[in-house]
């Protein structure tokens, strides 16, 4: 199914795997291997790739970007990562408030907030996780949950700045689960609350042309028929984007356009 005007992006999400050298040996092989994905694809590697994968991709459709920074524009915050920098480092997108962001690094939504603010300034595209706990979900609090999170993470943006917004719809239960992904219609429902709840929070016309990835044990076996779904508009991928097979087999699929 074609997505009305969206385009179809799939982000691998590295996390802390790969060395610079490891990086850039699978993006060679990547770049040739991905020439005719219908997709568009990005990358989410660590802060050390950044540079090497920004110079490796030129001439590529492929785009890199970090998994996280920090919310002010530069300071004394030892250890930290400011948007300018990857900006300079050749990043174009960034993932912000990743459940694991939240759970082991304490992050809350109003931090995420001034992340996303400060990265649309700096000219960085934002890519918002968010999704509930296997309790909330039993709990019938998911919709709720939802709404709160784009709610408190995108409070006093400008929605014509929010255009080229992504978000990841990643339920918490199902990252790194293994056979735990959501089911396609559970995706799809999740998705269509997101998109509801953007069209009151910003306008429709912007809301209609949002990107909402779904991630979460995605592999080669249920990517095609969870972007089937009209309002998954790509995939945020952890596992299965570190093996190249199986990477290229998920970038390569045409199922969902054909
Ligand atoms: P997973 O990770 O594909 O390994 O479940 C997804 C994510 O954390 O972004």
Known sequence: MIHSQRPCIITGNWKMYKTIQESIDFVKKLIPLSASSPSKIFLAVPFTSIQPLAKEVVGSPILIGAQN??????GAFTGEVAARMLRDAGATFVILGHSERRRLFKEDNAFINRK?????????????????????????RTAEVLSTQLKECLAGIEPKSLVNLIVAYEPIWAIGAGNQSASPEIAQDAHLICRKFLSELLTPEIAEQIVIQYGGSVTPKNASDLLKQPDIDGLLIGGASLSLESFVEIVNDRSHID
């Open 69 to 74: 920074m920090n919310d002010a524009s530069e």
């Open 116 to 140: 996303v603010k400060r990265a649309i300034v700096e000219g960085l595209r934002p890519v918002l996780c968010l999704g509930e706990t296997r309790e909330e979900r039993d709990e019938n």
